[in-house]
């Protein structure tokens, strides 16, 4: 097993290839801290000629120099302390920024069979809370960090310079501080992860609650979600109290360690004094303010460190995503000329690497042809579906366009030669219009409208106050189920892809529109390869080839005609829903 490493070594290995190239900035910062402890040590010593040489001496001219002097160290010490500031807020702002977008460009190059396994309010928390951890961190406590070391450093080298005997009673607090930091720091480490787990948690229950706000209304069960949420927000408290605790237990002990200090360099400094005349009263008093202006950085670091336990969780989350392997991208391009020859080869397919979910799957789609997917409910024609669009990939056997095996493709290319009007259909919070262009951004407004016109919407969002401009809510839930896929028709007929690959697309629409729909949808796509799923076989009789699947396997293929003729389950099916739709039209 290797070493495991401590917090402050996950954050640098972490961070520091993020703080680089911003480095004229950090130095700038650490230029003004430089300046700024420079101006609080001298200005301490001033202490020492103040009681020494002014107060016992009694020497008012030179009292008065000492107040400008004074004065000019404060204002310099001030406006450095500002700049200092100024120069961290900037270089954390960036670098937050940065690794925030790099996570979320991240994520949604992640593979489909990881983000199937992750909540959505997980993500969500990731990029929202555990950045916003790291934020703080930066922000604040490397501010903190660099001028604590910094004065610490300072006061030190200068306590030697001025005394060495009175800066060596100080020393030892150095290392007794390590040991309570290396004590304390994993457990409070342990519990931020904790609470960031439980945070992440809570924000994906509440996810969970507003998408599903319909359903829970309907079956009355806000109290449940409420029991949940009640829950969930006490586990959080509680384990938020512990950190409290964890953390200022950690802060308490480094007290604990300096105090004592406070006491040993009065006891021995006082009684040098009294026997040998040295140090002398000043010196004394200006070593004390110098021991305060030790303990506050000290102090800081200790608390730095317990927030760097906090941090370090938040660092493991967001990287646990980040070091997560993108898609695997290919090298070819398909060109943009592509025949639509679609083939798959022996392709065994399972979601979970246990149950095969597609069984050896040898499959022909003629370029130019609609080849239509019929079977029972869970048969795996979607999942057939999105091997082509490489949302996932075969375990086994292999998919080709024109010949070639599409795991060499561009995700780009492949994707571009696509167009894909799912199940669900998803709509952004957007206008209508910007929907449409997610389809093609290029798009004028007359090709807009053409395919509106073509997918039997247009007319509907002309009769909308706002027209194209509607903005359609979340998911598109100012709409329709019907008026849904239509838009979902349309952003396909924009896109204009070479290959169409339609899963019910509408299922939802009443007969005539459905009619027109498909009259519009085979004009436009003629000559081109569809691939569409359809429970609705009077959708589909039409089609150059049906494809038959049943428990993941291909049973049947050919005609309409031809499978009626063999009498197997498309006729068995198809029958059925003939009957149905007879029933349904006599009542
Ligand atoms: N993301 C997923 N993770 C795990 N299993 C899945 C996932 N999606 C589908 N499945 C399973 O894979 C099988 C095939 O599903 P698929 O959606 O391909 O069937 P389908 O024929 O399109 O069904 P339907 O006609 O109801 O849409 C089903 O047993 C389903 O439970």
Same mark, same amino acid.
């Given at each position: 097993?290797?070493?495991?490493?401590?917090?402050?070594?996950?954050?640098?290995?972490?961070?520091?290839?993020?703080?680089?190239?911003?480095?004229?900035?950090?130095?700038?910062?650490?230029?003004?801290?430089?300046?700024?402890? %420079?101006?609080?040590?001298?200005?301490?010593?001033?202490?020492?000629?103040?009681?020494?040489?002014?107060?016992?001496?009694?020497?008012?001219?030179?009292?008065?120099?000492? #107040?400008?002097?004074?004065?000019?160290?404060?204002?310099?010490?001030?406006?450095?302390?500002?700049?200092?500031?100024?120069?961290?807020?900037? @270089?954390?702002?960036?670098?937050?920024?940065?690794?925030?977008?790099?996570?979320?460009?991240?994520?949604?190059?992640?593979?489909?069979?990881?983000?199937? +396994?992750?909540?959505?309010?997980?993500?969500?928390?990731? *990029?929202?809370?555990?950045?916003?951890?790291?934020?703080?961190?930066?922000?604040?406590?490397? %501010?903190?960090?660099?001028?604590?070391?910094?004065? &610490?450093?300072?006061?030190?080298?200068?306590?030697?310079?001025?005394?060495?005997?009175?800066? *060596?009673?100080?020393?030892?607090? @150095?290392?007794?501080?390590?040991?309570?930091?290396?004590?304390?720091?994993?457990?409070?480490?342990?519990?931020?992860?904790?609470?960031?787990?439980?945070?992440?948690?809570?924000?994906?229950?509440?996810?969970?609650?507003?998408?599903?706000?319909?359903?829970?209304?309907?079956?009355?069960?806000?109290? %449940?979600?409420?029991?949940?949420?009640? +829950?969930?927000?006490?586990?959080?408290?509680?384990?938020?109290?512990?950190?409290?605790?964890?953390?200022?237990?950690?802060?308490?002990?480094?007290?604990?360690?300096?105090?004592?200090?406070?006491?040993?360099?009065?006891?021995?400094?006082?009684?040098?004094?009294?026997?040998?005349?040295?140090?002398?009263?000043?010196?004394?008093?200006?070593?004390?303010?110098?021991?305060?202006?030790?303990?506050?950085?000290?102090?800081?670091?200790?608390? &730095?460190?317990?927030?760097?336990?906090?941090?370090?969780?938040?660092?493991?989350?967001?990287?646990?995503?980040?070091? !997560?392997?993108?898609?695997?991208?290919?090298?070819?391009?398909?060109?943009?000329?592509?025949?639509?020859?679609?083939?798959?080869?022996?392709?065994?397919?399972?979601?979970?690497?246990?149950?095969?979910?597609?069984?050896? &799957?040898?499959?022909?789609?003629?370029?130019?042809?609609?080849?239509?997917?019929?079977?029972?409910?869970?048969?795996?024609?979607?999942?057939?579906?999105?091997?082509?669009?490489?949302?996932?990939?075969?375990?086994?056997?292999?998919?080709?366009?024109?010949?070639?095996?599409?795991?060499?493709?561009?995700?780009?290319?492949?994707?571009?030669?696509?167009?894909?009007?799912?199940?669900?259909?998803?709509?952004?919070?957007?206008? %209508?219009?910007?929907?449409?262009?997610?389809?093609?951004?290029?798009?004028?407004?007359?090709?807009?409208?053409?395919? #509106?016109?073509?997918?039997?919407? !247009? +007319?509907?969002?002309?009769?909308?106050?706002?027209? =194209?401009?509607?903005?359609?809510?979340?998911?598109?839930?100012?709409?329709?189920?019907?008026?849904?896929?239509?838009?979902?028709?349309?952003?396909?007929?924009?896109?204009?892809?070479?290959?169409?690959?339609?899963?019910?697309?509408?299922?939802?629409?009443?007969?005539?529109?459905?009619?027109?729909?498909?009259?519009?949808? +085979?004009?436009?796509?003629?000559?081109?390869?569809?691939?569409?799923?359809?429970?609705?076989?009077?959708?589909?009789?039409?089609?150059?080839?049906?494809?038959?699947?049943?428990?993941? #396997?291909?049973?049947?293929?050919?005609?309409?005609?031809?499978?009626?003729?063999?009498?197997?389950? =498309?006729?068995?099916?198809? !029958?059925?829903?003939?009957?149905?739709?007879?029933?349904?039209?006599?009542?």
């Amino acid at each position: 097993m290797g070493k495991k490493k401590g917090n402050s070594e996950i954050i640098w290995n972490r961070i520091i290839p993020f703080l680089k190239p911003y480095w004229h900035l950090e130095l700038f910062a650490f230029i003004f801290t430089v300046i700024s402890t %420079i101006a609080t040590v001298l200005s301490m010593w001033l202490i020492k000629y103040l009681m020494d040489d002014v107060l016992i001496a009694k020497n008012v001219k030179l009292l008065f120099s000492l #107040c400008l002097s004074f004065a000019a160290i404060s204002i310099t010490g001030t406006v450095a302390g500002f700049a200092r500031q100024y120069f961290f807020s900037k @270089v954390g702002q960036n670098v937050v920024a940065d690794i925030r977008f790099k996570l979320i460009n991240h994520v949604v190059k992640l593979p489909q069979s990881f983000l199937i +396994n992750v909540k959505t309010g997980d993500i969500i928390s990731r *990029c929202m809370n555990d950045v916003a951890n790291l934020q703080n961190i930066i922000s604040s406590s490397l %501010i903190d960090l660099i001028t604590s070391v910094v004065t &610490i450093v300072g006061v030190v080298a200068w306590l030697f310079i001025v005394d060495w005997r009175l800066a *060596c009673i100080l020393l030892p607090v @150095v290392p007794l501080f390590l040991i309570v930091l290396k004590a304390l720091g994993p457990k409070v480490g342990n519990v931020s992860v904790k609470t960031q787990q439980k945070m992440s948690e809570t924000t994906s229950l509440l996810q969970q609650a507003v998408s599903g706000i319909e359903i829970i209304k309907n079956f009355l069960v806000e109290h %449940i979600f409420s029991r949940k949420f009640h +829950n969930k927000a006490r586990e959080l408290a509680d384990i938020s109290v512990k950190q409290s605790i964890a953390m200022n237990a950690m802060n308490m002990m480094g007290w604990f360690v300096i105090y004592p200090y406070e006491i040993v360099f009065f006891v021995i400094s006082g009684y040098w004094y009294i026997t040998q005349g040295k140090p002398t009263i000043g010196t004394m008093f200006a070593f004390s303010n110098y021991l305060s202006l030790l303990l506050n950085p000290a102090a800081t670091l200790m608390g &730095i460190f317990s927030q760097f336990s906090q941090a370090s969780a938040s660092i493991k989350r967001i990287f646990e995503y980040l070091d !997560h392997e993108p898609e695997r991208d290919g090298q070819r391009e398909l060109p943009d000329s592509v025949q639509g020859y679609v083939r798959y080869e022996g392709v065994y397919f399972s979601y979970d690497g246990q149950k095969d979910v597609l069984k050896d &799957i040898n499959l022909v789609v003629e370029a130019g042809h609609m080849v239509a997917l019929v079977g029972p409910t869970g048969s795996g024609k979607t999942t057939l579906t999105r091997l082509l669009m490489r949302l996932y990939a075969p375990d086994r056997g292999r998919i080709t366009i024109d010949g070639i095996d599409i795991a060499e493709l561009t995700l780009k290319s492949l994707r571009k030669s696509i167009g894909w009007v799912p199940q669900e259909t998803y709509l952004f919070d957007a206008s %209508i219009r910007e929907n449409l262009l997610y389809a093609r951004p290029d798009a004028t407004e007359q090709e807009i409208e053409e395919a #509106c016109k073509k997918a039997q919407i !247009h +007319n509907f969002i002309m009769s909308l106050p706002d027209g =194209y401009d509607t903005v359609i809510g979340e998911r598109g839930i100012k709409l329709s189920g019907g008026e849904r896929q239509r838009l979902s028709i349309a952003r396909a007929i924009l896109k204009d892809p070479n290959i169409l690959v339609m899963d019910e697309p509408t299922s939802e629409l009443d007969a005539l529109t459905e009619a027109a729909l498909w009259e519009a949808i +085979n004009k436009h796509f003629k000559g081109r390869t569809v691939l569409v799923v359809a429970h609705r076989l009077s959708t589909v009789r039409s089609a150059d080839k049906i494809v038959v699947m049943e428990k993941g #396997c291909i049973v049947e293929e050919g005609r309409h005609e031809e499978l009626l003729e063999r009498n197997g389950l =498309y006729a068995k099916l198809y !029958h059925k829903q003939f009957e149905k739709d007879e029933q349904i039209a006599v009542m």
